[in-house]
């Protein structure tokens, strides 16, 4: 190996155990969405934003947060396949009052809720760029941690195993953005649904709720799963 790291147990597991905090940030980053979306239609249940409303009144800071929405939605997203996955409690408190084990709706509200906070963003920035260099990181981290020592040793006589790596993230970068170029439609027109205030209020709501219920109270707010 060029990295020796161990994925499941330093990060997917962690990140399960996380569960309610992650409903709790993903809340937040859906207060932030109504915020930016109230501010940029002017209106709070205006629907569309016309052609001729292209330049929005929105501070750089408050666009640049609605960006982290990518890597909070990717987290939210690992945090409820991991705690699926590894059969991993949401909280500690869940896991005191309920049962050491997963929470079956919270791991699909995650889910759900981490794509829809991935995807909100999409409308605002260059999805296929972005998608391009996800891809490329994955595909590097990927031949980081398996390729043997042994092989290592080899490539290493040709070409320092490190810039090899640097190589390979540009060609996927360049590929899988022009690929992703064309299938990104898709994605925009998610965007633009999830994009009305009042919809990303109910979102916010939901999540505090049963982050909350999760967090102190230890129960889920469904109560059968």
Avoid: H
């Avoid at 147990?9 to 993903?26: D, S, V």
């Amino acid at each position: 190996m060029i990295f020796q790291f161990d994925f499941t147990e330093n990060i997917l597991k962690p990140l399960g155990k996380l569960g309610g905090w992650f409903l709790l940030i993903l809340g937040i980053m859906w207060l932030v969405y109504a915020a930016y979306e109230t501010k940029r239609r002017k209106s709070f249940k205006r629907r569309k934003v016309e052609d001729w409303d292209k330049e929005f009144d929105v501070t750089k800071f408050l666009k640049g947060l609605t960006y982290i929405g990518f890597i909070v939605g990717l987290l939210g997203l690992i945090s409820g396949f991991s705690g699926l996955m590894f059969d991993i409690p949401p909280s500690v408190a869940y896991a005191t009052t309920t049962e050491n084990a997963r929470n079956l709706f919270t791991s699909i509200l995650l889910i759900v809720f981490g794509i829809l906070t991935f995807v909100k963003p999409a409308n605002d920035l260059p999805l296929a760029s972005l998608i391009g260099v996800l891809a490329a990181s994955l595909v590097v981290v990927i031949l980081a941690f398996a390729i043997p020592q042994q092989l290592v040793d080899v490539i290493a006589v040709f070409v320092n195993p490190k810039i090899l790596l640097a190589i390979i993230f540009i060609i996927v970068f360049a590929i899988v953005a022009l690929t992703a170029k064309f299938y990104t439609k898709a994605f925009m027109t998610i965007s633009k649904a999830i994009s009305w205030p009042p919809l990303a209020v109910i979102f916010v709501v939901f999540c505090f709720i049963q982050g909350f219920l999760l967090l102190a109270v230890g129960v889920s707010i469904s109560g059968y799963f």
